[in-house]
């Protein structure tokens, strides 16, 4: 009696914790990915229709993503009126797709890309562009030279 009895309290304690919603480690979902953001105005560098490129905040950290970009390429990005540039910005870009980021501001700085493996995030450093920066020049290039 006392093993039905055993029996019965663990059915009835495993029905109580599903019941309740236990939420199990091997039941979570991924993340969700962040919200898009608009926090600059895109054109593009060379007077084309721009390709739209994707903001994301990461805290206060504005990502932008690149990987849909590839071949030779650029940007001028300027804050949208009543906006301020982000404490921090990065770059996200696809390894493969060209080999250099070129980003001109206060400073100019050159990312190399490497030529394959999983995307890669370029921090540009906090003295290249300061608040009152007009624009920042992006250029993405698939050459292996680059004009200084």
């Given at each position: 009696m006392v093993p039905a009895l055993c029996l019965a309290l663990c059915l009835a304690l495993c029905l109580a914790l599903t019941a309740c919603g236990v939420h199990l480690p091997w039941r979570h979902s991924k993340p969700s990915p962040p919200p898009p953001a608009q926090e600059l105005s895109v054109?593009?560098?060379d007077g084309?229709?721009?390709a739209p490129i994707p903001e994301f905040w990461d805290r206060n950290t504005l990502l932008l993503d690149l990987?849909?970009?590839s071949g030779?390429?650029?940007a001028v990005l300027r804050p949208l009126p009543g906006h301020v540039w982000p404490i921090r910005l990065e770059f996200k870009?696809?390894?493969g797709r060209f080999v250099h980021l070129d980003v001109s501001a206060l400073q100019r700085v050159v990312f190399e890309v490497p030529a394959q493996g999983?995307?890669?995030v370029f921090r540009?450093?906090?003295g290249a562009y300061v608040p009152d920066t007009?624009?920042?020049t992006l250029r993405w290039s698939a050459a292996d030279g680059l004009a200084h």
């Open positions: 054109a593009a560098a084309a229709v721009p990987t849909a970009e030779e390429g650029g870009v696809q390894p999983p995307p890669v540009l450093a906090p007009p624009q920042i």
